[in-house]
Structure formats: C-alpha cells, structure tokens
C-alpha cells in the first residue's frame, strides 16, 4: 500500500472516529497521531512539532486571558448589562442578546461566553414572558459567527493564519476578519428575528429559575440569618484593641462570628494635596474587605467588623467592648457577603464525618477548611451553635470560591449542596483587579493589531499579566485551559505535514480543481464552504480546518489564485457549524437546557447556513480578490 493510501486511511478512520463520538476528539486525535508515527509518515520531531506550534500556545493562552475576565467579574457584568438593555421585551432580548454574545465571543472563548451568559439569559427569558429554547440556541449561534469577527475569536482563525504565515504568506490580520465576519453577524441577527424566532421550538418543561437575589434570601431566611448582619466599629478604648481576632473571645463568650474585618476608611480634608487625596484613594481600595478574617489578624482602632451574632449579643458586647453599631444596608442582605473572591456554600455532613458529635466547631473549620460558619441547620430548624452535630445537619459556610471547589473533594466528612461554581459565575462584583483585567485585554489586542510582538506573545504576555495583577491563580489559570482543544490542535498538525508530505493534499486539491475548477476559482471557493461546513457538522472545527488548510493551499497554486479568499472561506465555513448539536461545543451546551431535538438545529440553522453560503460566495472574492 502506497503512502498516500496508509495516509487516507488513517484520515478515513479518524473522521470516522470522530464522528462516532464514543471516543474523547483529543484522545482520537492522539491516536491519529501515533499511527501516523508507527507507519513511517511522519518523523518523531514532526510527531511532536504541533506542540510547540505557535497556535497552540496562543490558543492555551487566550484560555486563561478569558478566565481572568471571569474570575475578575468583567464578563458576568457585561452579561448582566446585555440583560438590562433588553428592559423584558423578548425581541429586544434576542436582538441585544446575539450582538453582545458576538462582541464577547470576539475577544474571549465561544465556550467561556455561553458559559457566563447562559444562566443570566434562562433568567431573562422567563423575565420576557418567554422560554429559554427561544433564546439559548441563537446564543450559541452568535457566539459562534462572532468567533469571525477576530484572529481570536476561534481557534479555525488561529489555524488559517498560521498555515499562511508558515507557507511565507501574510497572515490575516487581527481585525480583517471583521471584514466578512460583520456582514454574517448582520444576516444572523437580521435572519433570527425575522424567520428563525419562529422556527424556534418553545418547550418548558423545567420551572422558572429564581435569580441569585431569591436564592440568597432563601438562605438567609432558612438559616435565620434575617437581621443577624450586623458591622461593629472599634471605638479607642476598647478592650479588643491590641488582641488578635482569636483572643477576642467574640465566638466564645459572645457567640459572634467575624465575617469582614476592613478599616473605617478617613476621607481627606479640603486642605489635602493631590499625594494626600490619591493615597486615601488608595486606603479606601484596600479597605474593602476581600478574605477571610485572619484568626492571627490585630484588632486596631477604627476597624470595622461584619458579624453574625443575635440581636442580644450584640447589645451586651457594643456595652462591655465599647463597639459602635453601624447601619447595615438591609436591601443588600447576604448578597454583601459575595465577591468574585468570597461566596457561600452549603454543605451536609456524611455518616462518616469527623464533625459528628463537635459542637459547632467554627475554630476548627476556619483552620482546617478555611471556612466561617454563617449558620447550622436540622431538619427543618436551625440549630444553636452550642449543640452537638449530627449526621445530615446542614452548615451554610463562607470562604474563598477556591476553597469552596476544594470542599467538594472532602467527601468522607462533607458534601457540598447544588453547584456553587454556577452561583460564582452570577456575581457582578467588580473591583480594582475587573479594570486592570479589561486594561489587560485593551493592551493584548493592541499589540496583536501593532504587530509590535508576534499574536502568540501578546496572548502569553496577557495570561501572565492576569496571574500577577492577581486577576486568577496559576491553579485557576491551569484550569481554566482547555487541554482536550489544545491537544486536539498540536496532535491534529502533524496530520496536515502527513497530507501534504505524502502528496495527498495535492491528490484532493487536483480532485477539487478538477471538477470544479473550469467553472472558475468562485465555484471552487462555494465548493470549499460545502466541504468545511459538512466536515464541521460532524467534527471538530479546529480539526477541520487544520485537515482543510494544506488541501485549499495546495488548490489555489493549481489554479494559479490567490489563496487567500480560499483560506477566509474555510475560517467562516468552519464557524458555520448550524446543523447539529455536536458541531461545536456552544451547540451541545444549550442542548440540555434548552430542551431542543436533534433536528431541531437542523430546521433552525439550514436557512443560516445556505445564507452564510451565498454571503462568503459574494463578498470573500470582493474583499480578498483572487
């Protein structure tokens, strides 16, 4: 058997891999890879070239710019933005809905945009006397023909571009995509609100879901904590100036839990210069309270303490420790105790638990969990906090959201109620870190659009200016990456140098030029969409475009064109994933939730797909002449 024919083979059972779906794409193109090697096509450098391949490192990167904007607040706030203009007109939420899922989707992940907006627009579509199946799959959708819009946008770009560049042509640049990409934005939104609303199928099967605000105020109601917030200011004189939060005997002899601990922030005077005004800015900035309280922090005078005590103990300490009484923003309830930083957790003690049996050990979970103990709950009662635990008592916690996902691993002693991590992602609360995130990614596009640096350095520059501006942790950082589309990407590669060392790219471009070639370079190019978008359907995007790429190059020098209208084309046409839920990741997240049918993408985005056919037919040729 020939070269070219082992090399079709492998291609062959690779897409049939890939379309089965039993097998992870990653690890079905790790297996690609490897026959690959064994069967002599490829060398072990050429193996393993994929992984230091400049897309790949640009794509890692751009996983982790994208989670600093999470993690920082920027993205639940612009979601929460998008809802708000909408004012609970349906057609108003669709309309702003797609553009700004599309502007989102430009800079940050498809999947990290659907992600953050999904819950906030189930919210919203009840809010519009409508159902989410009306609104979750033009989310996808969106976030999918907004990927267009940037070199960013979605990794098929990143693919296209590099191909170019490593053939000695010039890249696409940042915004050049924007070019074609608005004008199928444009005919998205146009094409929604005009048919596809109306091809949209309204199923509900699932009850309304209450906001974050309703779910706080259950909590706080089930755990009585209604009007047991309280902020305690440290007057001079106080016996608890000088003493460390663990010697205050506040849990002890007074049952109040510390929640915050910030300082009375000190306005400047009128007297005070511009260095005096900018450093009591910068006071009242670190004065907000964004940890846990410290056990081993010093009580100084002017702190201000948030606690959870009953009304009682709060009268006898404000006397015997010479506290002021602060005004609690009532409205704002257990919502104050949240940050990008901070959350609340619920959890339920196991038959095994060390807890069983320990009065409310409060000490001991700040030390050992990192958590503060906000409330006990049996059964239907809350449970004071001098009384045993027992197995199934509910303890609702404060702590860092890192340490609330690390609860979910303590299964022998806890286990977490519902799905914090959802709840996480709905806090707005922006701070100092959400703008130096979004000067972050100004400064990243910049130098990608400047070509002061190469795409993938300014992409690794700004996830490495995230982790040290504090925007995420390196742990968050290495979670946030999607390592099933980054070894997908490198391990896919090596299958283009096989195509094209083989001469099987050559084979299919010739078949392409062929038959379709004397009807001239536009009808090549439809062709070219038809092939990329059926490829897409079925398989990964990224996938098709690296299998895609050698295949058009090598079609456009045999038919004496410019290949650059050719490669645009397979950017789009793999974007243009419409007709099932598999084809992209976006599709198969809002499948669940929007209780759709596998024809039902079929019937909603055939139309779309013919539209993006004739759009790219007639404008790739007008912007990148052959």
Request: proline residues 6%.
């Amino acid at each position: 058997m020939s070269d070219v024919a082992v090399a079709f083979s492998i291609l062959g059972v690779t897409i049939v891999l890939f379309v089965w779906g039993r097998l992870s794409s990653d690890l079905v193109a790790i297996t690609s890879l490897l026959a690959l090697y064994v069967t002599g096509l490829v060398s072990m450098g050429e193996a393993f070239a994929g992984f230091s391949n400049s897309t790949v490192i640009l794509v890692g990167s751009l996983f982790v710019v994208g989670e600093g904007l999470t993690r920082t607040g920027v993205t639940a706030w612009a979601g929460e933005q998008l809802i708000a203009l909408a004012r609970g007109s349906a057609l108003r939420l669709l309309v702003v809905l797609m553009v700004g899922t599309a502007a989102l989707s430009a800079f940050i992940s498809n999947t990290g945009t659907v992600a953050t907006l999904m819950p906030a627009v189930v919210i919203a579509a009840w809010g519009a006397r409508s159902v989410p199946s009306a609104f979750l799959m033009p989310l996808a959708f969106a976030a999918n023909a907004g990927g267009v819009l940037t070199l960013t946008g979605t990794p098929p770009n990143l693919v296209v571009a590099e191909a170019l560049a490593s053939h000695g042509l010039r890249p696409f640049d940042y915004f050049e995509y924007s070019l074609i990409g608005l004008p199928l934005l444009l005919t998205a939104v146009v094409y929604m609100v005009v048919v596809g609303r109306r091809l949209l199928p309204r199923r509900a099967t699932a009850p309304a879901p209450r906001p974050l605000a309703g779910v706080l105020e259950d909590l706080a109601e089930t755990y009585a904590l209604d009007g047991e917030i309280y902020r305690l200011h440290v007057l001079g004189g106080s016996p608890l100036v000088g003493a460390t939060l663990g010697e205050s005997g506040l849990v002890s002899e007074f049952g109040i839990t510390a929640l915050l601990v910030g300082s009375m922030p000190r306005p400047a005077g009128p007297e005070s210069g511009l260095l005096e005004s900018l450093n009591a800015t910068v006071d009242r900035l670190r004065a907000q309270p964004e940890s846990i309280p410290d056990p081993e922090r010093r009580i100084e005078v002017d702190d201000v303490l948030t606690v959870s005590a009953a009304a009682e103990a709060i009268h006898r300490a404000e006397i015997e420790l010479r506290l002021g009484v602060l005004p609690v923003d009532e409205s704002r309830g257990l919502g104050e105790l949240l940050s990008r930083e901070l959350g609340i957790v619920e959890v339920l003690l196991t038959p095994r638990s060390r807890l069983i049996g320990e009065v409310v050990p409060a000490d001991r979970l700040a030390a050992e969990f990192g958590m503060i103990v906000l409330g006990v709950r049996r059964g239907s009662a809350p449970l004071p906090m001098d009384k045993p635990l027992q197995f199934g008592d509910s303890i609702l916690a404060k702590g860092t959201w890192n340490r609330i996902e690390s609860l979910q691993d303590q299964h022998a002693d806890l286990v977490v109620v519902g799905r914090p991590e959802e709840v996480a992602r709905q806090v707005t609360h922006l701070s100092l870190r959400s703008g130096l995130a979004v000067a972050i990614l100004v400064g990243m596009v910049g130098l990608m659009v400047s070509g002061a640096t190469p795409v993938a350095i300014a992409a690794l520059l700004a996830g490495t200016a995230m982790i040290l501006a504090g925007c995420l942790t390196t742990l968050d950082a290495y979670r946030a990456v999607s390592w099933s589309t980054v070894i997908l990407i490198a391990a896919m590669l090596p299958m283009a140098t096989a195509l094209e060392s083989t001469g099987g790219a050559r084979q299919v471009a010739d078949l392409l030029v062929a038959t379709l070639g004397e009807f001239g370079p536009v009808a090549v190019l439809a062709g070219v969409f038809v092939i990329t978008t059926t490829l897409s359907q079925v398989m990964s995007n990224t996938a098709t475009a690296v299998l895609m790429s050698p295949i058009v190059l090598t079609a456009a020098v045999g038919l004496g064109v410019d290949p650059h209208p050719l490669m645009m084309t397979i950017a789009v046409a793999a974007s243009t994933a419409f007709l099932t839920p598999i084809g992209t990741t976006t599709n198969l997240m809002v499948f669940g939730p929007g209780e759709y049918r596998f024809g039902d993408y079929a019937k909603v985005g055939g139309p779309l797909v013919a539209l993006f056919l004739l759009i790219s037919v007639f404008l790739i040729p007008f912007f990148w002449p052959f």
